[in-house]
T-cell receptor, first 113, second 112 residues
Framework: DAGVTQSPTHLIKTRGQHVTLRCSPI?????VSWYQQVLGQGPQFIFQ???????GRGNFPDRFSARQFPNYSSELNVNALLLGDSALYLC????????????FGPGTRLTVL | RKEVEQDPGPFNVPEGATVAFNCTYS??????FFWYRQDCRKEPKLLMS???SGNEDGRFTAQLNRASQYISLLIRDSKLSDSATYLC?????????????FGAGTRLFVKA
């Protein structure tokens, strides 16, 4: 079975631009969470979606938004990119609620110039 | 105070050594607990869930102490392949919604 997939794997943008990152959960998983990881730190929680509804939000500005589709895939959108948004963006899926075990995708490495 | 704190590391140990990682969390409403390992420039991979009764998987033993808000991971007979960053993870559901909190990670180097 395929694990969590994310696209694209790498992305280079300039300040002020907008980016959309995509995630497909493990088949049968209904919950998707998004994380930002900068070098030397643990992943920081951005959002959690379950059954297409936002169930949790971390301390990120409104420039960050997300949604989950009927097939449980998800998009993370970031507007007005800043240099500090350069990071590895990780998606994780879990079977039901994200209190369950989460399984991570390989991530999208975003560089903002 | 950080919500999840781990030993800063790095830990440098010889093959065959026993190494222990510690983690504390600040929110007593925390509901589920995990250890993940992360290799350089890769995604975190689940190592094990952590329960109050303790759980063991081969050379790895994890323990949760809810009263002290403390989580531990013990690795026995360290292998070169155990070299990685170990991340302590706490999930909690509160009035503001759901949150997953990662520690900053503890780097382990196992040398021959």
């Amino acid at each position: 079975d395929a694990g969590v997939t994310q696209s694209p794997t790498h992305l280079i943008k300039t300040r002020g631009q907008h980016v959309t990152l995509r995630c497909s959960p493990i088949s049968g998983h209904k919950s998707v969470s998004w994380y930002q990881q900068v070098l030397g730190q643990g992943p920081q929680f951005i959002f959690q979606y379950y059954e297409k509804e936002e169930r949790g939000r971390g301390n990120f500005p409104d420039r960050f938004s997300a949604r989950q589709f009927p097939n449980y895939s998800s998009e993370l959108n970031v507007n007005a990119l800043l240099l500090g948004d350069s990071a590895l963006y990780l998606c994780a899926s879990s079977l039901e609620d994200a209190i369950d075990t989460q399984y991570f995708g390989p991530g999208t490495r975003l560089t903002v110039l | 105070r950080k919500e999840v704190e781990q030993d800063p590391g790095p830990f440098n140990v010889p093959e065959g050594a026993t190494v222990a990682f510690n983690c504390t969390y600040s929110n007593s409403a925390s509901q589920s607990f995990f250890w993940y390992r992360q290799d350089c420039r890769k995604e975190p991979k689940l190592l094990m869930s952590v329960y109050s009764s303790g759980n063991e998987d081969g050379r790895f033993t994890a323990q949760l102490n809810r009263a002290s808000q403390y989580i531990s991971l013990l690795i026995r007979d360290s292998k070169l392949s155990d070299s990685a960053t170990y991340l302590c993870v706490v999930n909690l559901q509160g009035p503001g919604g759901f949150k997953t909190i990662f520690g900053a990670g503890t780097r382990l180097f196992v040398k021959a």
